[in-house]
């Protein structure tokens, strides 16, 4: 079983730019969350999608971050603009139930803002 | 404010010897508890779960201890190998159906 990917794997912008992250999840799991983890840190829970519906999303900074999953399958992420604490690596994760439960990790995107 | 926190920030174990890993939680209501592994440039990997309902889970070499008096977890690695290093979190998960993360801690196994 093919697990979840992400894209792209590093990526390093200037301040004020437009960055987009991709993420594919496992085939099936109705459940998608978006995680930003600083460095030293835990992830923390950026948005929470059950199919294409927004579940949880009280922790996006939504004057420069959004997000969608248009079909239910795949999403994006994005920032703009971009903020130098906005570096950090973005995980993806799905999961096959709404309520709780195992998550599966993407290898996540590296993002540095300069 | 609530928080979900680990004890050690770091931990170093001779191979062979057990580890212990703690964390604490806040939030009384939490009802589901998971602990995660995350290797270097790698995603956290699921180890093992536990429902509020339950005090004790078994695994392959791992042991996830669930006191909800004093709202603590751990986890407890037998026999420590080299490819068990790694960061170690913890995370509850709220009424909310959100997921909280611990800071982590980075597990050392000394050959």
């Known amino acids: ?114 | 404010g609530e928080s979900v926190g680990l004890h050690l920030p770091t931990l170093s174990v001779q191979e062979g010897d057990n580890s212990i890993i703690n964390c604490a939680y806040s939030n009384s209501a939490s009802d589901y508890f998971i602990w995660y592994k995350q290797e270097s440039g790698k995603g956290p990997q699921f180890i093992i779960d536990i429902r509020s309902n339950m005090d004790k889970r078994q695994g392959q070499r791992v042991t996830v201890l669930l006191n909800k008096t004093v709202k603590h977890l751990s986890l407890q690695i037998a026999a420590t190998q080299p490819g068990d290093s790694a960061v170690y979190f913890c995370a509850e998960k709220r009424p909310s159906n959100q997921f909280y993360f611990g800071t982590g801690t980075s597990l050392t196994v000394i050959p």
């Open chain 1, 1 to 114: 079983e093919a697990g979840v990917a992400q894209s792209p794997r590093y990526k390093i912008i200037e301040k004020r730019q437009s960055v987009a992250f991709w993420c594919n999840p496992i085939s099936g799991h109705a459940t998608l969350y978006w995680y930003q983890q600083i460095l030293g840190q835990g992830p923390k829970l950026l948005i929470q999608f059950q199919n294409n519906g927004v579940v949880d999303d009280s922790q996006l900074p939504k004057d420069r971050f959004s997000a969608e999953r248009l079909k239910g399958v795949d999403s994006t992420l994005k920032i703009q603009p971009a903020k130098l604490e906005d570096s950090a690596v973005y995980l993806c994760a799905s999961s096959p139930r709404r309520e709780g439960g195992e998550q599966f990790f993407g290898p996540g995107t590296r993002l540095t803002v300069l």
